[in-house]
């Protein structure tokens, strides 16, 4: 089962850092020379982007995108192991497990001669560097499709829409005292926490969606006091908020600018994604993913960011789309080996299936006019 030994050899890799970024490269690079599968590799900021191609050019052109990079983690994590159906390890979710099967389901397609796929790897999806990454390098310099597939964890389902990333960073003020009197002071670290609580009750934070119940907020940075025996008079806090497509980002922070004694330091806005659930190419993936699953194919939200918005951005249809798993980003983070068969069977239905759902027929496959919400 190739993308079992891929996802182990690929959890191997501490992609957390540069070196282990470019060792991982190198070996993803190799795989694909060694099945004579053309791949370039491009320097981004020091790190490998590899694009690998397989079918003909001039055809409808799909793009399994994956990325190498994992947030840190113990040392421990970077040694798979299996448990049952269970293959555990840092980046196993998200997303090594569905970069591997990726990889087997590019060899596959190097069999038919009906669709272009090209597998693109890059190294920086987890980045906090929003400005300058590998994705929107390359799709800047000219990379194109009509449909993209970015494997990022959704359990087989299609993910169609994606929350938009409001992060803000605020200071409090407060009044220094000595630490053994603090009824003499005002806590400004006290009165972030407050701000925080109230910021989780605002009017935006009770909304919801078709597929969204609610926003996420989350304090994900403080930063205050500078000496043990002093109460603390100034504070930052950096707020990390994912907010509903039908929401305005800029109505959010007009209502955190309400808040008493807060004042904004800056804030970092990521648009949310959608893409038509009509979209042929969204259709052919649903009728691919029944082929697997019968006709529970549901349609979800996703509540982190991914690379599928940069393609939307330029005009290239995207959805999420990765296998069965659960603790991406934690310490028992897990994929499930028979989703992976199941995921590489899927991609590769998917590009039998493509040009007949391009053409208007649809060779006997069937899917809903529209997705069923998850």
């Not at 030994?5 to 470019?22: F, H, K, N, P």
């Not at 390890?89 to 090594?96: F, L, N, Q």
């Not at 569905?98 to 590019?106: D, F, I, N």
Request: include cysteine.
């Amino acid at each position: 089962m190739d993308e079992r030994v891929l996802a182990e050899q690929l959890i191997a890799y501490d992609t957390s850092t540069e070196d282990g970024l470019r060792r991982a490269g190198a070996f993803v690079k190799g795989w694909l020379e060694a099945r004579d599968l053309p791949v370039r590799e491009i320097d981004h900021n020091g790190l490998p982007v590899l694009l690998a191609h397989a079918g003909p050019e001039h055809a409808p052109h799909v793009i399994f995108h994956g990325h190498l990079d994992v947030v840190p983690a113990h040392a421990d994590q970077f040694c798979a192991r299996v448990q049952g159906d269970r293959l555990y390890g840092r980046g196993a979710y998200d997303m090594k497990g569905a970069l591997g099967a990726m990889m087997c389901a590019l060899r596959d397609a190097g069999e038919q001669d009906r669709v272009r796929v090209t597998l693109v790897c890059v190294p920086d999806e987890e980045s906090e560097d929003t400005q300058r990454r590998a994705i929107d390098a390359l799709l800047a310099d000219g990379l194109h499709g009509d449909f993209a597939i970015t494997g990022e964890p959704t359990d087989l389902h299609i993910g169609v829409e994606a929350k938009g990333v409001l992060a803000v960073r605020l200071e409090l003020s407060g009044t220094a005292a000595h630490g053994s009197t603090p009824w003499l002071g005002d806590n400004a670290i006290l009165k972030a926490h407050d701000a925080f609580r109230r910021i989780e009750t605002l009017p935006f934070s009770r909304e919801s969606s078709e597929l969204f119940d609610r926003p996420s907020i989350n304090l994900a940075r403080i930063e205050g006091g500078d000496a043990f025996n002093k109460v603390p008079d100034r504070c930052l806090i950096e707020v990390d908020i994912r907010y509903l497509p039908e929401q305005d980002p800029e109505q959010i922070l007009g209502q955190i600018r309400a808040i008493d004694d807060l004042q904004l330091k800056g804030c970092f806005i990521h648009p949310p994604a959608t893409v038509s659930r009509t979209d042929p190419g969204v259709l052919a993936l649903c009728a691919a993913v029944a082929r697997q699953q019968g006709d529970e194919v549901l349609s979800v939200g996703r509540d982190g960011a991914s690379d599928a918005l940069s393609f939307l951005r330029a005009g290239i249809a995207a959805v999420e789309f990765g296998p069965v798993g659960a603790g991406h980003h934690g310490p028992k983070e897990w994929v499930s080996l028979s989703s992976l068969v199941s995921y590489r069977q899927a991609l590769g239905d998917f590009v039998d299936l493509l040009p007949d759902w391009y053409a208007g027929s649809t060779g006997g496959a069937s899917a809903p006019d529209t997705l069923p919400s998850g």
